[in-house]
Nanobody
Framework: QVQLVESGGGLVQAGGSLRLSCAAS????????MGWFRQAPGKEREFVAA????????RYADSVKGRFTISRDNARNTVYLQMNSLKLEDTAVYYC????????????????WGQGTQVTVSS
Protein backbone atom coordinates (compact mmCIF):
# COMPACT_ATOMS: atom_id res chain seq x y z
CA GLN A 1 0.00 0.00 0.00
CA VAL A 2 1.26 3.47 -0.84
CA GLN A 3 1.64 6.40 1.51
CA LEU A 4 0.99 9.90 0.23
CA VAL A 5 2.53 13.26 1.13
CA GLU A 6 1.25 16.50 -0.38
CA SER A 7 3.29 19.67 -0.80
CA GLY A 8 3.20 22.96 -2.67
CA GLY A 9 0.37 24.69 -0.86
CA GLY A 10 0.62 28.28 0.29
CA LEU A 11 -0.75 31.78 0.03
CA VAL A 12 -1.39 33.23 -3.41
CA GLN A 13 -3.28 36.21 -4.77
CA ALA A 14 -6.41 35.74 -6.79
CA GLY A 15 -5.53 35.13 -10.41
CA GLY A 16 -2.25 33.51 -9.50
CA SER A 17 -1.03 29.94 -9.83
CA LEU A 18 0.21 27.13 -7.63
CA ARG A 19 1.34 23.60 -8.34
CA LEU A 20 0.60 20.94 -5.78
CA SER A 21 2.58 17.73 -5.64
CA CYS A 22 1.72 14.42 -4.06
CA ALA A 23 4.63 12.06 -3.55
CA ALA A 24 3.88 8.40 -3.05
CA SER A 25 5.98 5.76 -1.41
CA UNK A 26 5.81 2.15 -2.48
CA UNK A 27 6.39 0.31 -5.71
CA UNK A 28 2.73 -0.01 -6.68
CA UNK A 29 2.04 3.69 -7.33
CA UNK A 30 1.58 3.17 -11.06
CA UNK A 31 -1.28 0.75 -10.44
CA UNK A 32 -3.40 3.36 -8.64
CA UNK A 33 -5.77 5.94 -9.98
CA MET A 34 -5.12 9.22 -8.20
CA GLY A 35 -7.46 11.97 -7.14
CA TRP A 36 -7.36 15.42 -5.63
CA PHE A 37 -10.06 16.56 -3.22
CA ARG A 38 -10.43 19.71 -1.17
CA GLN A 39 -12.19 20.86 1.96
CA ALA A 40 -12.98 24.48 2.63
CA PRO A 41 -13.73 25.73 6.15
CA GLY A 42 -17.20 24.73 7.21
CA LYS A 43 -17.80 22.66 4.09
CA GLU A 44 -17.68 19.01 3.17
CA ARG A 45 -14.75 17.62 1.27
CA GLU A 46 -15.32 17.75 -2.48
CA PHE A 47 -13.83 16.22 -5.58
CA VAL A 48 -11.42 18.32 -7.64
CA ALA A 49 -9.71 16.10 -10.22
CA ALA A 50 -8.67 12.52 -10.91
CA UNK A 51 -6.32 10.69 -13.24
CA UNK A 52 -6.05 7.08 -14.32
CA UNK A 53 -3.06 4.89 -13.57
CA UNK A 54 -1.74 5.46 -17.09
CA UNK A 55 -2.42 9.19 -17.13
CA UNK A 56 -4.50 8.93 -20.28
CA UNK A 57 -7.84 9.52 -18.60
CA UNK A 58 -8.67 12.54 -16.46
CA ARG A 59 -11.75 14.00 -14.85
CA TYR A 60 -12.45 17.40 -13.33
CA ALA A 61 -15.05 19.09 -11.20
CA ASP A 62 -16.96 21.70 -13.17
CA SER A 63 -15.72 24.40 -10.81
CA VAL A 64 -12.08 23.87 -11.81
CA LYS A 65 -12.40 22.73 -15.41
CA GLY A 66 -10.19 24.81 -17.68
CA ARG A 67 -8.18 26.21 -14.76
CA PHE A 68 -6.69 23.13 -13.07
CA THR A 69 -4.69 20.33 -14.66
CA ILE A 70 -3.92 16.98 -13.07
CA SER A 71 -0.92 14.99 -14.24
CA ARG A 72 1.33 12.22 -13.00
CA ASP A 73 4.87 10.99 -13.38
CA ASN A 74 4.96 7.30 -12.56
CA ALA A 75 8.75 7.23 -12.75
CA ARG A 76 8.83 9.77 -9.91
CA ASN A 77 5.83 8.32 -8.02
CA THR A 78 4.25 11.76 -8.06
CA VAL A 79 0.95 13.28 -9.06
CA TYR A 80 0.55 17.00 -9.64
CA LEU A 81 -2.25 19.54 -9.62
CA GLN A 82 -1.46 22.68 -11.58
CA MET A 83 -3.84 25.41 -10.46
CA ASN A 84 -4.15 28.55 -12.57
CA SER A 85 -6.45 31.57 -12.38
CA LEU A 86 -7.05 30.88 -8.72
CA LYS A 87 -10.17 32.29 -7.12
CA LEU A 88 -11.02 33.10 -3.51
CA GLU A 89 -13.34 30.11 -3.47
CA ASP A 90 -10.42 27.77 -4.20
CA THR A 91 -9.20 28.32 -0.65
CA ALA A 92 -9.18 24.93 1.06
CA VAL A 93 -7.10 22.08 2.35
CA TYR A 94 -6.20 19.94 -0.65
CA TYR A 95 -5.85 16.18 -0.29
CA CYS A 96 -4.52 13.63 -2.69
CA UNK A 97 -5.86 10.11 -2.65
CA UNK A 98 -5.12 6.76 -4.28
CA UNK A 99 -7.62 4.17 -5.36
CA UNK A 100 -7.92 1.08 -7.48
CA UNK A 101 -11.39 1.67 -8.95
CA UNK A 102 -10.51 3.97 -11.80
CA UNK A 103 -11.05 7.65 -12.36
CA UNK A 104 -13.71 8.39 -9.79
CA UNK A 105 -15.31 11.46 -8.25
CA UNK A 106 -16.38 9.45 -5.21
CA UNK A 107 -14.39 9.52 -1.98
CA UNK A 108 -15.20 5.94 -1.07
CA UNK A 109 -13.38 4.71 -4.18
CA UNK A 110 -10.10 5.97 -2.71
CA UNK A 111 -8.57 4.00 0.13
CA UNK A 112 -5.30 5.88 0.76
CA TRP A 113 -5.21 9.58 1.69
CA GLY A 114 -2.53 12.15 2.32
CA GLN A 115 -2.53 14.58 5.22
CA GLY A 116 -3.46 17.60 3.12
CA THR A 117 -1.87 20.90 2.18
CA GLN A 118 -3.40 24.33 2.73
CA VAL A 119 -4.10 26.61 -0.21
CA THR A 120 -5.18 30.14 0.61
CA VAL A 121 -6.20 32.57 -2.11
CA SER A 122 -6.28 36.23 -1.12
CA SER A 123 -7.83 39.24 -2.82
Amino acid sequence: QVQLVESGGGLVQAGGSLRLSCAASGRTFSSYAMGWFRQAPGKEREFVAAISWSGYSTRYADSVKGRFTISRDNARNTVYLQMNSLKLEDTAVYYCAAGVRGVSMLEYNYNVWGQGTQVTVSS
